[in-house]
């Protein structure tokens, strides 16, 4: 079992950087992937940015590319998700995730479905 913790969400300005923290306590095993969704209010989760844990492939969703950066630290059992040139439309709870697989394989899911653990969110609100 793997518990998630995240934060470093806040209130910036169109334009401004943020970088979301997520430490977890447990196993993250070689071919887990971890990663960040987000929710904005009254939309459904959505696929941010994902990385395998031992293989280091990054995935983004099209929206984020070129602005975020994920990044994982294996000796301290954490990701993290640097954000630059945040728009108001990026304004979402973000959530680190899990996905724990028992074989390699390279790509990202991006439906929360296959995610099996879940942080409690951190807030993100960026004004215009």
């Known amino acids: 079992h793997v518990q998630l913790q995240a934060s470093g969400g806040g209130l910036v300005q169109s334009g401004d950087s943020l970088r979301l923290s997520c430490v977890a306590s447990?196993?993250?095993?070689?071919?887990?992937?971890v990663g960040w969704f987000r929710q904005a209010p009254g939309r459904e989760r959505e696929f941010v940015a994902a990385v395998g844990w031992r293989s280091n492939y990054k995935s983004y969703a099209d929206s984020v590319k070129g602005r975020f950066a994920i990044s994982r630290d294996s000796a301290k059992n954490a990701l993290y998700l640097q954000m630059n040139g945040l728009k108001p439309e990026d304004t979402a709870v973000y959530f680190c995730?899990?996905?724990?697989?028992?074989?390699?394989?390279?790509?990202?899911?991006?439906?929360?479905?296959?995610?099996?653990?879940w942080g409690q969110g951190t807030q993100v609100t960026v004004s215009s």
């Open positions: 447990g196993d993250i095993f070689a071919n887990d992937v």
């Open positions: 995730v899990v996905d724990h697989r028992t074989s390699y394989y390279r790509e990202a899911y991006t439906l929360p479905d296959e995610y099996d653990y």
